[in-house]
């Protein structure tokens, strides 16, 4: 492998010391923080918008290891507890399929249908690649909006300022 490649590995351990740092922080503000607006839709409270990182990403590791795709009710979103073990049992699950990935698997051509965009189709790199990247989006979304209001979070976001790689 080049060193000038940011692998799977790399990407996965970043995002999920960023998403741990969201739950221990919001874990520590009162309930009401997770009420604030943030958007529209499913998406319109803190507490939509994470419930929607988690199980986005969780729906696309269910289509990586062709398992029945998980529906957006089955991830609880009344607890942020809840929410984030069912992140942590995700993140498990797609460690285990990269763990055993092998070329030809990230190359693999997967149609689906998702909920707000359609039929799509895109390799399995690809899906991994979004569902890593849809976090940080996200979550920077929801970093901008929560000091927007008074409420900044209190660490450095940046990979660069992260103890992933060296």
Known sequence: MSSAALTFRELADYTRAESERWHKWLASRPESVLEL????????????????????ERRYIDRLRDEPVTTYEAIPSDSLDAMFASFA????????????????????????????????TGSARKIVSHLLLHGVRHWAQLATSLRQQGHATDWAHDLLLSDVME
């Open 89 to 120: 049992d995700g993140r498990e699950r797609l460690d285990a399929w990269l763990a055993t990935a092998t070329d030809e698997d990230l190359a693999r051509r997967l149609e689906f249908v998702t909920i707000s965009a359609g039929t799509l």
């Open 37 to 56: 607006p943030v958007g529209t839709g499913r998406t319109a409270t803190v507490r939509g918008l994470v419930h929607h990182i988690i199980v986005v």
